[in-house]
């Protein structure tokens, strides 16, 4: 919480609600100072008419020495009165000079208060109302002058995990530094704004081309990704920007910040640290992807996802190598639906983290449960997307998830893609070996679809490689049978177990057979399954292999 200068909570984002107690205390004191000015006025005028009165006083002068007498009194009350006159002068000057004090007082905490209202606490840039007021301005100018303006949207990529790892400190001086910035490379008729968070604002009034205003937001990008010297660190960020015009994509306020909004959010689901120009297209896109995420979320929470089960069968005797646990949707209308109908749409909308930790839930808390009838099944492979791989809470759930079901590490294999893997060596690196430390098992998924690197490739704790369903498609024809070979024999070489994906013919079972390829899985040896016809195979574990 951030108090101000009066003590009350400020919130960057809204106008403070109540009068600050220091300037109702300020207020009270000009009622009182003047009351007491007009009280002194009063008083004055009395005193001047009295003077006025003695001055013109005829006394009768029965003797000479009386009427000296006379004349002596009449010159004290005189003086007397003049002396009240002066100190009521006085007073009433220093109560004037007080009032005035109040006045300025009063003026200035007004002001400030203005200034905390309309502008954020930690930057000082102006706030969001701040913001909708300065557009309402320039589209006016706009009209008027018959000129564009232009709003952007900028958001600082992986912001969170700078605020998660360095702490919110840090995260604050980052925000203060991104600001500074911003202020620099503008115009000084241009406005930067903060809208809470790492959200950033930028309008840019008066232009007339597009042309002339990529150089500016590609200086903004610029100046953004040179390094922060922060607590002795220096911090290297990319930001995400997305853009509006007037009156091309808006003709007020709420609706050029929300296309500027969409543009940004579309650069960020394209590879982030880059521009987007806001285009119905997109507005579109993210509508259709609102959408789905929305029946996504109610597909999680009406729990319509459910495991189908697939075996990898171990060629030497045909007893169950593992199990890989497949997410399907069961659709109130449409049936069970495959992931690849939904998948990639929580990729996109983030939903595959929720999706993801119920996945690892439910596989985790069957094998427990298949362990407990006896029932064996060796390892339970589960697969991880780019996005979960990628949340900072990832080892933290994976954690949460065995002390919740009490499944034994060693009986879980985490399928991570290979593609996912070799996009941060160093990243992926230190999250693999954290994964081996609590003894989980690791296979690289898809193999052959990326780009290894081998030398890194050893460097990391690997101990299954699957090979992608592609290859083995392709055993059929003879040339193609050398890729599958040489996989095989790098998997080997690096003390890999392998299995083959996709086997859906005798014929490329019997290859791979011969060339001593662990496992396999595929429709030819068992389709995935639903959980009761799983369990069922389970305990006939001699029909596990149909084609022996
Ligand atoms: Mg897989």
Not at 162 to 167: C, E, R, T, Y
Not at 171 to 193: E, F, P
Not at 222 to 228: A, T
Not at 437 to 465: C, H, Q
Request: aromatic share 8%; net charge neutral.
């Amino acid at each position: 919480m951030k108090f101000n200068n009066y003590g009350f909570i400020v919130n960057q984002m809204h106008k403070p609600k109540q009068v600050p107690k220091g300037v109702k205390v300020k207020a009270q004191l000009e009622i009182e100072l003047r009351k007491q000015i007009f009280y002194l006025r009063k008083e004055n005028s009395k005193l001047r008419k009295n003077i006025k009165i003695s001055t013109n006083e005829t006394v009768s002068l029965p003797d000479q020495n009386s009427a000296v007498n006379i004349n002596k009194i009449n010159l004290a009350r005189q003086e007397d009165r003049n002396q009240k006159l002066k100190k009521a002068n006085a007073q009433l000057i220093m109560t004037s000079v007080e009032l005035q004090v109040a006045v300025e007082e009063i003026k200035n905490a007004k002001a400030e208060m203005h200034h905390l209202a309309h502008h954020d606490f930690l930057t000082d840039l102006p706030n969001r109302m701040q913001l909708y007021e300065k557009i309402h301005l320039d589209i006016e100018w706009a009209k008027r002058h018959n000129t564009k303006m232009a709003v952007m949207f900028l958001d600082i990529d992986h912001f969170k995990s700078i605020n998660d790892s360095l702490g919110h400190a840090t995260g604050d001086k980052l925000l203060q530094s991104i600001a500074n910035r911003l202020r620099s490379v503008v115009r000084s008729t241009d406005t930067v704004s903060r809208l809470g968070g790492d959200e950033f604002v930028v309008l840019f009034s008066e232009f007339d081309q597009i042309k002339t205003l990529i150089p500016k937001i590609e200086k903004i990008r610029e100046v953004i990704s040179l390094p922060h010297h922060i607590g002795g660190m220096n911090i290297d960020i990319s930001t995400s920007m997305g853009i509006s015009l007037y009156p091309d994509d808006g003709e007020d306020s709420d609706t050029l910040i929300l296309n500027a909004d969409s543009a940004m959010y579309h650069a960020k689901e394209n590879g982030r640290n880059r521009f987007y120009f806001f285009k119905p297209e997109i507005r579109r896109k993210i509508s259709t992807l609102r959408t789905a995420e929305k029946n996504i979320y109610a597909a999680l929470h009406n729990k319509e996802f459910e495991l189908f089960y697939q075996a990898q069968i171990n060629l030497n005797d045909g007893g169950i190598a593992g199990v890989e646990a497949l997410i399907r949707w069961r659709h109130p209308v449409d049936g069970v639906l495959s992931p690849v109908y939904f998948i990639p749409a929580a990729e996109e909308c983030g939903a595959i983290i929720p999706i993801g930790r119920w996945v690892l839930h439910e596989a985790c808390r069957q094998a427990q449960a298949w362990k407990a009838d006896g029932l064996e099944f060796n390892i339970i492979a589960v697969n991880i997307s780019a996005r979960e791989f990628d949340d900072s809470d990832f080892l933290d759930n994976v954690c949460e998830v065995l002390n919740e079901t009490g499944l034994e590490p060693s009986r879980l294999e985490l399928e991570i893609t290979e593609t996912v893997l070799m996009k941060n060596i160093e990243t992926s690196t230190a999250i693999l070996h954290a994964l081996r430390a609590m003894g989980i098992k690791i296979s690289i998924d898809d193999f052959g679809t990326g780009y290894s690197s081998l030398s890194y490739l050893k460097r990391m704790p690997v101990d299954t490689m699957k090979i992608d369903q592609s290859f083995v498609k392709d055993i059929s024809t003879e040339n193609d049978d050398v890729l599958v070979k040489a996989i095989i024999a790098l998997g080997k070489n690096l003390n890999y177990k392998v299995i083959a994906e996709g086997v859906e013919t005798l014929e490329q079972l019997e290859f791979l057979r011969r060339n001593l390829c662990e496992a396999a899985q595929g429709f030819w040896l068992h389709s995935p399954m639903p959980r009761l016809e799983f369990t069922k195979m389970l305990k006939q574990p001699m029909l596990s292999w149909p084609g022996r």
